[in-house]
């Protein structure tokens, strides 16, 4: 009888541990944070207009959309570390100015986007419905989202306010009024709590007073952030409307993680030009470091923001290249590994009837740098004579591919009215053909260890093995439980 009743307790645990990982898979399911799309890319952006009483010092790229480059009044040494990008040329950046309209298009989409995610979230629980009225100085937060309803409340931090929280939790906060921080007063962070991670979704003026701290983005709808004399924000002032600046310190947090990169190619190759290719998982600006050696020299770039990159290489020699791409967003840069291409003239394949041909020249020299030859240089086959053809064919002296069979220098050709028709003779060298793989085709072994791989597998396999646990001990131990009653 106590062999049954361990057993049936063991049982009874089992059950209770499957419905409490259940609730605490559920309970301990965090927001996720505000997706800026393109916005992103951004430190401060507005679409009216950027002013700024020097000197701040602004790390992070800036923009100003739809407004013309002339609303963008910030001298070009206030940003220390960052892009100034305009929709159209003009005003005190001139001379420092990036022009990409279509970058700052999407950035404006994004960022009406970002600012109806934030606003459209749910709030946690009742209790976090208008906090203390709107007056939150003093207070300390914890993760969450905390909304305040009604046109008519506005959020003061007249003292210290406090979000504490982990690395990974996420704080949002809906204002439907003003938000505005005293003179002095900060917004702090403890216990890993990260500024990228905060979001202040406002829909009347935002102000930060002077000398105050402010952890978090600001997302603005329809006023304008104002960051008053040696005030500091760590973290973004996305404005669809204006935001100004008096001698602030204004730095993006790290929300990106740098550019992860793949699929490098090289196409559409002649004797002077190549298109080098390779793709990135985020939004990334392009770079091409490249030479007839590896200590490179020359670069191309693009600073417009793709997943997608492709630069053109022009003015190029028949030689062999080197080149390494790069690419960067706001999250740092990436590096991809030295690979090499041929711009050497090529065989040209040879056409029906022509006796396999090979090229004539052998790709030259392009004088400068080392040419690794890879063909024999032969030249072009002499006229029809008593049925005989004949040309010669040379081993370059810098030759670095292995030594191929020597190409026929002669071969049998018949003399017709017209242009001589070759036979052509055995010893050409020809290509091999390429063999692609076959595409393997994950099996079950494969896909368990994929599901695993993530935690929410991992959760699901405990709570499946749990429930076929007690479900086996509830038919194995069922005749004893009824034959107690």
């Given at each position: 009888m106590k062999n049954s009743k361990s057993k049936f307790l063991i049982f009874a645990l089992l059950s209770v541990a499957i419905i409490l990982s259940t609730m605490f898979a559920s309970a301990f399911a965090s927001q996720a944070p505000v997706n800026f799309g393109n916005a992103n890319n951004f430190t401060i952006f507005a679409e009216s207009g950027i002013t700024s009483i020097p000197t701040s010092i602004i790390t992070g790229n800036i923009g100003v959309h739809p407004s013309a480059g002339t609303a963008m009044v910030v001298s070009c040494p206030e940003v220390v570390s960052g892009i100034i990008y305009v929709t159209s040329a003009g005003g005190s950046t001139l001379g420092c100015q990036t022009v990409n309209s279509t970058l700052l298009n999407l950035a404006k989409t994004d960022n009406l986007a970002a600012y109806n995610n934030a606003t459209g979230r749910a709030a946690d629980a009742t209790n976090i419905i208008n906090v203390a009225a709107?007056?939150?100085?003093?207070?300390?937060?914890?993760?969450?989202?905390?909304?305040?309803?009604?046109?008519?409340?506005?959020?003061?931090?007249?003292?210290?306010?406090?979000?504490?929280?982990?690395?990974?939790?996420?704080?949002?906060?809906?204002?439907?009024?003003?938000?505005?921080?005293?003179?002095?007063?900060?917004?702090?962070?403890?216990?890993?709590?990260?500024?990228?991670?905060?979001?202040?979704?406002?829909?009347?003026?935002?102000?930060?007073?002077?000398?105050s701290v402010f952890n978090g983005n600001i997302l603005e709808a329809g006023s304008k952030i104002e960051i008053l004399t040696h005030a500091t924000l760590n973290?973004?002032?996305?404005?669809?409307?204006?935001?100004?600046?008096?001698?602030?310190?204004?730095?993006?947090?790290?929300?990106?993680?740098?550019?992860?990169?793949?699929?490098?190619?090289?196409?559409?190759?002649?004797?002077?030009?190549?298109?080098?290719?390779?793709?990135?998982?985020?939004?990334a600006d392009s770079f091409v470091n490249y030479?007839?050696?590896?200590?490179?020299?020359?670069?191309?770039?693009?600073?417009?923001?793709?997943?997608?990159?492709?630069?053109?290489?022009?003015?190029?020699?028949?030689?062999?290249?080197?080149?390494?791409?790069?690419?960067?967003?706001a999250g740092g840069c990436v590096t991809g590994p030295i690979q090499t291409f041929n711009t050497a003239t090529q065989p040209a394949p040879a056409a029906p009837g022509s006796g396999g041909a090979a090229p004539s020249g052998g790709g030259g020299g392009g004088g400068g740098g080392y040419y690794c030859a890879t063909q024999w240089t032969c030249t072009d086959y002499s006229t029809c004579v008593s049925g005989t053809q004949t040309r010669t064919c040379s081993y370059p002296s810098n030759f670095c591919a292995p030594r191929l069979v020597k190409p026929t220098e002669s071969q049998v050709c018949t003399t017709?009215?017209?242009?001589?028709?070759?036979?052509?003779?055995?010893?050409?060298?020809?290509?091999?053909?390429?063999t692609k793989p076959t595409p393997s085709t994950p099996g079950i072994t494969g896909g368990v260890i994929g599901a695993l791989g993530s935690p929410t597998g991992i959760v699901v396999m405990i709570l499946v093995a749990l429930a076929i646990i007690g479900a086996a001990l509830a038919m194995r131990y069922k005749p004893i439980l009824l034959h107690k009653q």
């Open positions: 709107g007056e939150i100085g003093g207070l300390t937060f914890a993760p969450g989202v905390y909304a305040y309803t009604g046109a008519s409340i506005n959020v003061l931090i007249s003292t210290d306010v406090t979000l504490s929280g982990g690395a990974n939790d996420v704080w949002i906060f809906q204002i439907p009024g003003t938000l505005t921080v005293s003179s002095g007063k900060q917004v702090k962070l403890i216990g890993g709590a990260q500024a990228k991670n905060v979001f202040w979704a406002v829909a009347g003026a935002t102000q930060l007073g002077t000398t973290g973004r002032a996305l404005s669809q409307f204006a935001v100004t600046l008096d001698q602030n310190t204004v730095t993006m947090p790290p929300s990106l993680s740098p550019p992860t990169l793949s699929n490098f190619s090289t196409g559409s190759i002649t004797t002077t030009s190549a298109v080098v290719s390779w793709n990135s998982d985020v939004s030479g007839i050696n590896s200590s490179l020299g020359k670069n191309v770039s693009d600073s417009t923001l793709v997943k997608n990159h492709s630069i053109s290489l022009t003015g190029l020699s028949s030689l062999t290249y080197f080149y390494t791409v790069k690419s960067c967003n017709t009215p017209g242009t001589p028709t070759a036979t052509p003779s055995a010893g050409t060298p020809t290509a091999n053909p390429t």
